[in-house]
Structures are given as structure tokens and as C-alpha cells.
Nanobody
Framework: QVHIVESGGGLVQPGGSLRLSCAAS????????MGWYRQAPGKQRELVAT???????NYADSVKGRFTISRDNTEKMVYLQMNSLKAEDTAVYYC??????????WGWGQGTQVTVSS
């Protein structure tokens, strides 16, 4: 089991940037694909970015070119750099392992709120 704590959210104006951090504890973190999910009010949780243990990244079309996921296996950290933020990026962002079918591998952390508003 891996325990996850997300941080770095906040209120930002459209066009601004934020960097989210995910601290993971537990064994075998380095072998898993990790991802950032988000859930906007009234919507289902969606997977927006993934990164494999070998540092291969993939993105949802809605964030491609604006978001960058990265990981530090030594420190057991995962990051999401978010640029050119839009109002529709407003959501609670969650970090988790990503299993087959984009399903989360572990239980959810508390998430971190990102609000994009002028």
C-alpha cells in the first residue's frame, strides 16, 4: 500500500501557472505508473496525465501542451506543472498509481483544490 499526500493547489488567474506536488510513501513506488486525476464540481473524476517508471508521459487532450508531469523516484515525488490555466481546469486534483484501464491503484488522498478565476 502507498500513502499519498497532494499539495500546491490554490487560486490563480486565467493564464497563470501552478505546480502540484505528490508525496508518496511505501514500498515499490518506483515500479508503478503514476498519474494525476481531477474532479470538477458535478463531473466524474478524469485522468489528465500519466508517467511511467521509465519517465514516459501521456496527457489528456484537454491539457496537452499546457501541463507537464514529472517524477523523482529517489524522493518518491510526482509533480504536475500547469501553465496557461483556464477556468475549466478548476477542480480537485488527485495523485494516484494508475492500473489497467486508467483505474486508480490505491485509495484516494485528500486532493488539492485548484481554482482558476479572475
Amino acid at each position: 500500500q502507498v500513502h499519498i499526500v497532494e499539495s500546491g493547489g490554490g487560486l490563480v488567474q486565467p493564464g497563470g501557472s501552478l505546480r502540484l506536488s505528490c508525496a508518496a510513501s511505501g514500498n515499490f513506488f518506483t515500479i508503478y505508473t503514476m498519474g494525476w486525476y481531477r474532479q470538477a464540481p458535478g463531473k466524474q473524476r478524469e485522468l489528465v496525465a500519466t508517467i511511467t517508471s521509465g519517465q514516459n508521459a501521456n496527457y489528456a487532450d484537454s491539457v496537452k501542451g499546457r501541463f507537464t508531469i514529472s517524477r523523482d523516484n529517489t524522493e518518491k515525488m510526482v509533480y504536475l506543472q500547469m501553465n496557461s490555466l483556464k477556468a475549466e481546469d478548476t477542480a480537485v486534483y488527485y495523485c494516484n498509481g494508475v492500473a489497467s484501464g486508467s483505474t486508480p491503484r490505491w485509495g484516494w488522498g485528500q486532493g488539492t483544490q485548484v481554482t482558476v478565476s479572475s
